[in-house]
Structures are given as structure tokens and as C-alpha cells.
């Protein structure tokens, strides 16, 4: 399993890095903070689930699951700290598979962890 996390927070990445390697070390971790790059990560590498957080540097994460969706089916999970509403329809209705805030992230990775 390939797992693409395009976040622009160091720690962020690290933790989803670290938590999916204790539970699933066969599964290969790639990272990003740009979403440019995880547009070609996501057509290069072929990933089997992106998790792409909505506020990203170099663009709004919901672009770059638009563009995705353009050359992909591969399911994406959006990552944000809001938990406004429209943030989460916006994702769903642009084609992501899921949404995660920021507390929801921490909890999903602990249960994963099986803490």
C-alpha cells in the first residue's frame, strides 16, 4: 500500500508517517508540502490514498484534488483544522472520499496506533 500525504506541516506529516510504519511497515509513506509536487507524486508514483490537507503553500488543497480528479479516482481524504461546514461539503462534492479535522486526525491516528 502507498500512502501520499501532502501536508505543509512538518509534524503533521511525521506523526501520519510514523503511526501508519508502526501498524503497516510494508506499507510505503510518501510526503509533501507542496501541492504541485503531489500532483506528480500522485501520477508517477501511483499512490493507493492521498491525505491532502486544504491549506497548503503553493495552492488550496481543494485545487489540487480538482486536479487530481482531472487524470484519477484514487481515494483522497482531506485534512484540515477548521470544521466549518462548507469546508467538508466542498471536499465531498470536488470528489474526496472523506474529511478529517484536526481533532478527528489525532483521535483516527491514535485508534490506528491502538492507543
Known amino acids: 500500500m502507498k500512502v501520499l500525504v501532502v501536508d505543509d506541516e512538518p509534524d503533521v506529516a511525521r506523526l501520519i508517517s510514523i503511526s501508519f510504519g508502526m501498524q503497516q511497515p510494508n506499507w510505503e509513506i510518501l510526503a509533501t508540502a507542496e501541492g504541485e509536487e503531489a500532483l506528480d507524486l500522485v501520477e508517477q508514483k501511483q499512490p493507493d490514498v492521498v491525505l491532502l490537507d486544504v491549506g497548503l503553500p503553493d495552492t488550496e488543497g481543494f485545487e489540487v484534488l480538482k486536479q487530481i480528479r482531472l487524470f484519477s479516482d484514487v481515494p483522497v481524504i482531506m485534512l484540515t483544522i477548521k470544521r466549518e461546514e ?11 472520499q472523506g474529511h478529517l479535522t484536526g481533532r478527528q486526525q489525532g483521535q483516527a491516528l491514535r485508534r490506528r496506533r491502538g492507543q
Open 86 to 96: 462548507d469546508d467538508k461539503v466542498r471536499g465531498l462534492v470536488g470528489g474526496a
